[in-house]
């Protein structure tokens, strides 16, 4: 991979996390501002959130387990994504069995 991809990468990265913490920001300030009786608003604003631009931020996790394989000069990818894994459904799990 080029340096040049990579630095474009990291950018559209930067870009994307950007966005997503100034939505969501703006989305719990403007819940605080309007009084919902109900929490459908935030529900499916957050929802419309992370299925856009948490799908997105997510897919470019590869490229940054990559790199820090490279950084810690481990030579299998297998390490990363079983532990990616592991970790993603541990929270899944823990959310089931504890949601509050």
């Known amino acids: 991979m080029s340096y040049k991809f990579q630095t474009k990468i990291a950018k ?14 703006t989305t719990v300030i403007l819940s605080k501002k309007i009084s919902f009786s109900d929490t459908s608003f935030i ?10 631009l948490g799908v ?8 940054k387990g990559e790199k ?8 299998h990818k297998f390490l990363f994504y079983f532990s990616y894994i592991f970790l993603a459904c541990s929270v899944i799990i823990i959310w089931k069995f504890l949601p509050s």
């Open 12 to 25: 559209l990265s930067s870009i994307h996390s950007g966005i997503f913490f100034i939505l969501v920001i």
């Open 43 to 52: 529900t499916i604003t957050c929802f419309f959130l992370i299925s856009t």
């Open 56 to 63: 997105l931020h997510g897919s470019l996790d590869n490229f």
């Open 68 to 75: 820090l394989l490279r950084i810690y000069k481990i030579k």
